[in-house]
């Protein structure tokens, strides 16, 4: 939860820092996912977050997408649907190379597949990105 804060709290000074603009729609479906996450509503959740990534413009910025689809993998991983929540994660690290919550949430779904090398290999890659991160510990 509170890594979920902090990302939406980087999203809205990336924001107003690099003043990008976003579409309503892409704002509106983040923020019922968003909603929908936090109340545990994972199938909700990942029905609003593919409906910000389809109306994604690149004004909103690489960053915000690989928020959403970070959000989404979590939630794919709370319904133990590994396969889309690694597409996910990768994804978000693709659009954002230095995001280390998506190298530890993606560290977490191998370590639950039994794939310890992988996983070792993202938390190590979370740690690098950002030294103080207690979560890949």
Same mark, same amino acid.
């Given at each position: 939860?509170?890594?979920?804060?902090?990302?939406?709290?980087?999203?809205?000074?990336?924001?107003?820092?690099?003043?990008?603009?976003?579409?309503?729609?892409?704002?509106?479906?983040?923020?019922? *996912?968003?909603?929908?996450?936090?109340?545990?509503? $994972? =199938?909700? +959740?990942?029905?609003? @977050? &593919?409906?910000? !990534? #389809?109306?994604?413009?690149?004004?909103?910025?690489?960053?915000?997408?690989?928020?959403?689809?970070?959000?989404? *993998?979590?939630?794919?991983?709370?319904?133990?649907? $590994? =396969?889309? +929540?690694?597409?996910? @994660? &990768?994804?978000? !690290? #693709?659009?954002?190379?230095?995001?280390?919550?998506?190298?530890?949430?993606?560290?977490?779904?191998?370590?639950?597949?039994?794939?310890?090398?992988?996983?070792?290999?993202?938390?190590?890659?979370?740690?690098?990105?950002?030294?103080?991160?207690?979560?890949?510990?």
């Amino acid at each position: 939860m509170q890594n979920l804060l902090k990302s939406i709290f980087f999203a809205i000074f990336l924001s107003i820092f690099f003043n990008l603009s976003f579409s309503s729609d892409f704002l509106n479906f983040y923020k019922k *996912g968003e909603r929908a996450l936090n109340n545990k509503n $994972y =199938d909700e +959740a990942i029905e609003y @977050f &593919t409906k910000s !990534i #389809k109306s994604w413009t690149k004004s909103s910025g690489k960053l915000f997408l690989a928020i959403v689809f970070n959000l989404r *993998g979590i939630a794919y991983s709370e319904l133990r649907d $590994y =396969d889309n +929540a690694l597409k996910d @994660f &990768t994804e978000a !690290i #693709k659009l954002n190379s230095k995001y280390d919550e998506a190298f530890n949430n993606r560290g977490i779904v191998y370590y639950n597949l039994g794939d310890f090398e992988k996983a070792i290999a993202d938390y190590t890659e979370a740690l690098r990105v950002k030294k103080e991160y207690p979560e890949a510990f």
